[in-house]
């Protein structure tokens, strides 16, 4: 392996670590935590891994992966469904493990379209599902979670938590995009080895 690839496969292992292994909920509380966790496995690890790793074989579409990807992110943040991950164990493992799967998913996707717009234009519906999500329970006038889940009761960790899927994800997916978008209009490199 290659300096280049082995440095965004370390950064990604480690930052995976770090959303684990730092005391996130004694410095954040408990939502913000979940906030932390969910939101390194899909826009920040999940990237470096992709370039780190550079999967082998052709990558399902973009559109196909950003879909899946919304499915899942929106459907771990339904009261019930967030519950159950609260619950920890098997649950928060099964969280945790489909949200960096379908991060993966939608990097791998972006990143090894045919068309870098193509790529560009999922990170964007990624970022703006992302968006809606994280001003949902930022500007919520009440806990969405307290019911199923007595640690997320607080109204100031969940908009924390959405404070922080915005500032996190919404930067990122973008940038993706941006730059997906600059090799597409940039000089055609088959031009260069003529």
């Not at 990604?12 to 770090?18: D, P, R």
């Not at 999500?133 to 806990?143: D, V």
């Not at 997320?152 to 978008?181: E, K």
């Amino acid at each position: 392996m290659t300096a280049i690839r082995a440095l965004p496969l370390g950064l990604g292992v480690a930052t995976i670590a770090g959303a684990y292994l730092l005391p996130w909920r004694a410095w954040l509380g408990f939502f913000p935590e979940h906030m932390v966790q969910h939101m390194t496995l899909v826009a920040i690890a999940a990237p470096l891994l992709v370039l780190g790793a550079a999967p082998r074989g052709r990558a399902p579409g973009i559109m196909l992966a950003a879909v899946l990807e919304a499915v899942v992110v929106w459907g771990w943040h339904l009261p019930a469904a967030h519950g159950l991950a609260c619950l920890g164990g098997p649950w928060k493992l099964l969280e945790q493990a489909t949200f960096l799967g379908a991060g993966l998913l939608v990097w791998w996707s972006a990143l090894s379209a045919e068309e870098p717009l193509t790529g560009a234009l999922g990170l964007l519906l990624t970022s703006m599902h992302m968006t809606l999500l994280g001003a949902l329970l930022t500007l919520a006038p009440q806990p969405l979670y307290a019911e199923t889940c007595a640690l997320c009761g607080a109204l100031d960790g969940q908009r924390l938590g959405g404070l922080l899927m915005l500032g996190i994800g919404t930067p990122i997916y973008l940038l993706g995009g941006l730059w997906l978008t600059a090799r597409a209009l940039g000089p055609d490199p088959a031009e260069g080895a003529a």
